[in-house]
């Protein structure tokens, strides 16, 4: 709805209105009483009528028959004509609404004046569109399509960023449908689940559905013959050809019980990762909740203050203030009615057929590979190279179908910048710029061809070209490098143009998912980190004495150091002593002594009388060990000596594990309950001695 002030509103709702046009036609002022009564209209539309869509770029057309202007003949074709409306206040004053910008399709003269039908900017878009490559944000791409047109984009980068993808780069698939560069915003514009209009300004807005209401129309302010259907139309899945494979994916919500919208071939959603792609998409279909309208048609008060997309609520009668009707199409008379609709299908029965979409295989001409194709891109963004700056100004992708030869063309129109050096005559100089480029075939830095050029300042015309004499069959990338001295460049939007021919050629493929990405380092200073050290240094000569030195190491028997004889029989031998302790079931001890190399209950075994002791009898039931001891070593055996452990926490029961005192008595109960009976030896050497061992709770069988 145009932004007009409350006065305004309230003059609206007024039983009884008054209004009037005038304008302009060619520069020549008009009135009311220019105008031949009941030929002054205004129509305008963003569906065909079947349903709620996306991606549309109707055209507004604007008809009126104007009498008694002093206006040459044959001159007004291309011209422009600007209708105002203006209401009537309750002050008695008017306030204006510009009804639009239009350009005058033709121009009858007739006796009843001159009968002029004329279409709004959107028609400048019916301009041929030669690209077949470009790359972009949703914002930028709509920018070249404008620039290219000489239009004016009246929506903003933040608003854009508001759209469903709308800050995400969309690359244009090659093999599409596009003509002309309204065909090329209306996939711009599905790809943001938007549709595009010409202002009253005459600059062209993207605009999303939303569900504001802007008027609320009651049964005063509408004629009879309005009629409301009884659905809601809404979207819960979307449907979209993907051109490289000849198939159709499907997305649709949780809960998907309503209409599929069919995306077609959008040249826009077909580069990336599956993942990507479907994220793509889903964007469109989260947009497209906000579509809940109920399908309407209604007749008011002529008053062409609306706008396309907006969104109305009916009360009264048989209206529903409850539910909110989007406005699709008017058809608005000057000193007659305004008729709006609201399009939309009912998922109840459209759901069925709509669902089809899911397996739809459309039936797409393949690329010829014998055929001659002609691929071409150009830049969307400034490019800039500064003066020592090393960078890729542009990065080519296509595919070859089969072994062929491939030409790359360029032209690029720049704007060159010298740098002087000096800061005062007579030392000032001024040196020509000189660029080198440097040409990356599939990642490869191209070593045999570089060209290079001097330029002075101002603009400068640079041609490149380039032959692949055998380019094999797969994706290649062409990634051109700028590198300046002297001087910088400067490339302005659209001022890059490449050209890649060849058979069998297709001038993009699928995203890899493969990523290019370059960091410029700034130069580190590091005296900040270093702290000031001195050193000094002196030489001397050194009469060096070359002696040697000898010495004799007698033989090492290791055998017999590390060889300790012993035996498990109840007889001793001169290593060996044994006992057999004294146990209950209560407490059991021995007692260690040696009188005459025999135990006798009493007294301390030390180093060199007994460098091992060792049980004689199997203990049962051991509970726990307690020992008095120093240094000494201990082994456990549980089949009568045949085998000796040690204990750990970690790993148990351990063969030939060493223990210490302290270890013994820390083995738990649970531990000696694994092995019904146990003996004992203790290696007493380098001054250990024994003085007593406890089996706790153990006995002896006899």
């Known amino acids: 709805m145009y932004q007009v002030s409350n006065a305004y509103k309230d003059a609206m709702h007024l039983a009884v209105q008054s209004s009037s046009m005038h304008g302009t036609v060619d520069g020549v002022n008009w009135t009311e009483k220019n105008i031949l009564s009941g030929s002054c209209s205004l129509t305008n539309q963003c569906s065909d009528g079947s349903n709620v869509q996306i991606g549309q770029v109707y055209i507004a057309e604007f008809d009126i028959t104007l009498m008694g202007l002093n206006i040459p003949r044959y001159s007004l074709p291309d011209k422009i004509i600007q209708p105002v409306y203006s209401q009537q206040l309750i002050n008695r004053s008017y306030e204006d609404v510009p009804l639009g910008v239009f350009n005058i399709s033709s121009a009858d003269w007739t006796a009843s004046g001159i009968v002029i039908k004329a279409y709004d900017n959107m028609s400048k878009l019916d301009k041929s569109c030669g690209i077949k490559q470009s790359q972009g944000t949703p914002y930028q791409l709509a920018k070249m399509a404008m620039d290219e047109c000489k239009l004016e984009l009246g929506t903003t980068a933040d608003e854009f960023s508001t759209f469903a993808n ?9 093999d599409n449908d596009i003509d002309t560069w309204r065909d090329f915003i209306s996939w711009v514009a599905q ?3 938007c549709n595009v209009f010409a202002g009253r300004d005459g600059k062209i807005y993207f605009r999303a559905y939303n569900k504001d209401v802007v008027e609320t129309v009651n049964t005063e302010h509408r004629f009879t013959g309005c009629s409301f259907s009884d659905f809601e139309t809404r979207y819960t899945g979307i449907s979209c050809v993907n051109i490289g494979d000849q198939t159709t994916s499907y997305y649709g919500t949780e809960n998907d019980d309503a209409l599929t919208y069919n995306l077609g071939q959008n040249p826009f959603l077909q580069y990336g990762l599956s993942e990507t792609l479907e994220q793509l998409r889903r964007n469109i279909l989260f947009a497209l909740q906000m579509v809940d309208y109920v399908p309407f048609k209604a007749s008011m008060i002529g008053n062409p203050v609306f706008d396309l997309m907006d969104v109305f609520s009916f009360s009264g009668g048989i209206g529903d203030a409850d539910k909110l009707f989007c406005m699709t199409k008017f058809d608005w008379k000057f000193h007659g009615s305004y008729d709006m609709e609201g399009s939309g299908q009912n998922p109840a029965l459209a759901n069925a057929k709509s669902k089809v979409d899911k397996n739809i295989a459309g039936l797409l001409q393949k690329q010829d590979e014998n055929t001659m194709h002609y691929s071409m891109f150009q830049n969307a963004e400034d490019i800039a190279v500064g003066d020592g700056e090393y960078k890729s100004i542009m ?18 129109n720049a704007e060159v910048e010298t740098t002087e050096t000096g800061e005062a005559d007579p030392a000032w100089e001024e040196h020509d710029a000189e660029c080198r480029v440097v040409y990356f075939l599939n990642g490869e830095e191209v070593t045999t061809y570089y060209p290079k050029e001097c330029w002075f300042d101002g ?7 380039y032959d692949l004499e055998a380019a094999a069959q797969k994706v290649h990338t062409w990634d051109i490098w700028m590198k300046m001295k002297g001087g910088s460049i400067h490339f302005a939007p659209y001022q890059i143009k490449g050209l890649v021919t060849g058979e069998g050629l297709v001038s993009d493929t699928e995203w890899n998912g493969a990523i290019s990405a370059e960091e410029k380092i700034s130069r580190i200073d590091f005296d900040e980190y270093m702290r000031e050290f001195t050193d000094s240094g002196s030489a001397q000569l050194v009469d060096l004495d070359k002696g040697s030195a000898e010495e004799s190491i007698s033989r090492i028997d290791a055998f017999s150091m590390m060889m300790r004889g012993f035996t498990d029989s109840v007889n001793a031998t001169s290593d060996v002593f044994t006992f057999t302790p004294t146990v209950n079931k209560d407490y059991s001890t021995a007692t260690a002594a040696v009188v005459n190399n025999v135990w006798t209950g009493s007294g301390t075994i030390k180093e060199g009388t007994a460098p091992m002791v060792q049980s004689t009898v199997n203990v049962h039931g051991t509970k726990s060990i307690t020992t008095v001891s120093s240094n000494a070593v201990y082994y456990f055996s549980f089949d009568s000596g045949a085998n000796w452990y040690g204990y750990t926490e970690t790993d148990g029961w351990t063969a030939d594990k060493a223990m210490i005192q302290s270890e013994v008595e820390a083995v738990p109960e649970s531990a000696w309950a694994e092995h019904e009976t146990v003996i004992m030896k203790v290696l007493l050497e380098d001054g250990a001695s024994l003085s007593s061992v406890n089996f706790n709770g153990g006995y002896i069988t006899t």
């Open 395 to 412: 990065l080519l992708r296509f595919v070859v179908q089969k072994m062929t030869h491939v030409t790359i063309q360029l032209e690029l």
């Open 166 to 174: 709308g800050t995400i780069v969309l690359s244009m698939y090659t």
């Open 459 to 465: 603009h400068h015309l640079l041609h490149l070209q």
């Open 191 to 193: 790809a943001c689940a």
